[in-house]
């Protein structure tokens, strides 16, 4: 039997070491789908409820993986629902290849059903690498280019298939005029800047006498050499919110997170340096750094195109950060002087307390700060943590102790709603052997998290290790943007945008087969942790929290505290609570010690 265009394409992700598939089926990929059929499910088809999930559980996949995500969907509104997903990866610089369906090459151009013009919708989004297969020797090359372009740009890719295409019998490419042929495979290759630039570098690091580190995802990979950096110029080092797990909370000089969800260390850290080393960061929110002039910078980036834009820096190297770091380190000097070393020290320590006073203070009915610190209290060594936009990615930012070898992350650039509970069903396909937990507020666990628990439901006997976790932050509130509302435009709570209607999420995790466990007390909250992170099956914990817990930036400036003031003069229903809430909050940033725990 002759192989189809269908079959090549699958047999092609075969040979990259390709495994699952994330989709959604249609008649616009049928001819894939009846491949999928005679190849036996391989590479797996994983369906979830919705493409844009397909794309968020493709981009979780290929965040804890390393290796390409892929997900698939049919024509017209098939492929219109992938875009959100792959704007992730394109704003996280994440490689995910995207199979498209399009109507049938004699239909194109006329107006027909499910017909959109994708290269015009994909251009933007997959602007690294977009085609159209119209005949059957072009699949190798735009299957490996699209692979290939994803992985060493780190960047989404597209293939779109006029649907009566994946039919069509397969010839390879010729050696002849026209026909393009190609080949498997990538090697990895490390970037590294000119020894010159490398020494001038060095000499800024070196002449500064409080030196500051600021570390993205892109240093992954380089712990021991951001150490040794970091100990030879006796300097404190603070991560971008996507780079929280590339270094160990546990290192007394790591400072946690910076910007508006980071720590008071970090705020200390960047407030009082006088040079600024930023090693494969490209954190926006320069009101954060250094004022300009204070501090001399240098950057590491493995992209020009991405290097120089959010500090005036004396010196940009274009390099792999291992690499870079490591031709770095024989031309620093070690820093005799360990005043400023020691007072980043004394910054993390101090925050270390208030975080855990913070989270250990009472509310009604509990912190929401509360849920993450029992977690940190407990994570597993090998957790890989997930964390939703708003304010669940607050309290992941400055209330999660990443340690050994725990992994995490959060749609940091595109912050878009919804991808925690997808991202973590990705997770589980890369390391089905690890525990997963994905952090959740209601909203976002009302957009599209309950769907997915039945993707979670269908698939979760597959993993080896079954430990999935839910923890829904249950407040009844759009409470991210409540805040925003208040502390930024000087408007009380808009009952009728932010209020949710009560749903019992336990319950219907209960419903479909899963684990659910209800909290509403804070005495049982450390218990329910212990039952879900031991839990034979993926688990729910819906926590019942308080939304007038405030999310106080690190520094709050004089307008961020008059604009929320006028809010509440206004008439916000939730004024007393937030005045109550807010003032034990910001207390415990001047108290000593910490506050007792359970089992102390």
């Known amino acids: 039997m002759s192989k189809t265009l269908a079959d090549v394409v699958l047999s092609r ?5 390709v495994s699952q598939v994330f989709g959604y089926p249609g008649d616009g990929i049928n001819g894939l789908l009846a491949a999928w059929a005679r190849a036996d499910d391989k590479p797996q088809f994983v369906q979830s409820r919705h493409e844009e999930m397909s794309a968020f559980e493709a981009v ?3 965040k804890f993986s390393g290796h390409v995500g892929v997900c698939a969907a049919t024509s017209g509104p098939g492929g219109v629902h992938l875009l959100n997903g792959l704007y992730d990866a394109k704003l996280e610089h994440v490689p995910v290849v995207a199979l498209v369906g399009q109507t049938e090459r004699s239909a194109m151009g006329g107006s027909y059903q499910q017909e959109i013009d994708m290269l015009s919708l994909y251009k933007d989004v997959c602007s690294e690498y977009i085609q159209m297969c119209t005949v059957p020797e072009q699949i190798p090359n735009l299957l490996d280019r699209a692979i290939r372009t994803a992985l060493s740009e780190r960047a989404p890719t597209a293939i779109i298939f006029p649907s009566d295409v994946f039919e069509l019998e397969y010839t390879p490419p010729q050696h002849a005029f026209k026909q393009v042929p190609s080949s498997m495979g990538i090697e990895p290759a490390s970037a590294a800047p000119d020894k010159e630039s490398v020494a001038r570098a060095a ?7 409080k030196v500051a580190m600021l570390i993205g995802q892109g240093a992954r990979g380089c712990v021991e050499e951001v150490t040794q950096v970091a100990e030879a110029l006796g300097a404190g080092c603070t991560k971008a919110l996507l780079g929280r797990d590339v270094l160990p909370d546990t290192l007394p000089w ?3 997170s910076i910007g508006l969800l980071g720590t008071t260390a970090s705020y200390h850290l960047m407030r009082d340096c006088d040079t600024l080393l930023t090693v494969g960061s490209n954190f926006p929110y320069s009101q954060f750094l250094p004022e300009f ?9 493995r992209s020009g195109k991405w290097i120089g834009m959010r500090y005036p820096n004396e010196v940009n190297l274009v390099g792999d950060a291992k690499a870079t770091l490591q031709q770095l380190l024989p031309h620093l000097e070690y820093k005799q002087d360990r005043s400023w070393r020691e007072s980043v020290e004394k910054h993390v320590q101090r925050w270390d307390k208030t975080a855990q006073r913070q989270a250990m203070t009472d509310a009604d009915p509990i912190n929401p700060m509360r849920i993450f610190h029992e977690f940190s ?5 090998d957790a890989i943590v997930t964390a939703d936009s708003g304010s669940a990615a607050n309290w992941y930012a400055r209330h999660i102790v990443f340690r050994d070898q725990m992994r995490g992350s959060l749609s940091g650039t595109l912050a878009t709603m919804g991808p925690a509970v997808p991202y973590v069903i990705g997770a589980k396909w890369a390391h089905p052997e690890r525990p997963a937990i994905a952090f959740e507020g209601d909203g976002a666990m009302q957009m599209n998290g309950m769907a997915e628990l039945l993707t979670i439901a269908h698939y979760w006997q597959q993993w080896s290790d079954p430990r999935l976790v839910v923890a829904v932050l249950h407040n009844n509130d759009l409470n991210q943007v409540t805040w925003e509302q208040r502390a930024m435009t000087k408007s009380p709570k808009f009952k009728a945008s932010q209020d949710l209607p009560e749903m019992d999420y336990a319950g219907f995790a209960r419903s479909i087969g899963l684990g659910g466990i ?5 005495g049982r909250l450390g218990d329910a942790w212990d039952k879900a992170l031991a839990a034979e099956e993926p688990t729910v914990l819906d926590v019942r929290c308080d939304p007038s817990v405030p999310p106080i930036p690190p520094h709050a400036t004089r307008e961020q505290a008059m604009s929320l003031s006028a809010a509440l003069v206004k008439g916000d229903e939730d004024a007393w609570g937030i005045i109550k809430e807010g003032a034990k909050q910001k207390v415990q940033q001047y108290l000593p010690g910490t506050k007792a725990e359970d089992g102390e």
Do not use: H, M, Y
């Open 254 to 256: 790591v400072t946690g």
């Open 293 to 301: 002039g204070q501090a001399r910078g240098v950057q590491i980036d």
């Open 203 to 209: 000499s800024v690091l070196n002449e500064g006498k």
């Open 13 to 17: 992700l075969r040979e990259w070491g």
């Open 377 to 381: 209290r407990r994570a597993p060594s």
């Open 60 to 62: 979780g996949f290929a």
């Open 518 to 522: 209800n909290v509403d007390d804070v």
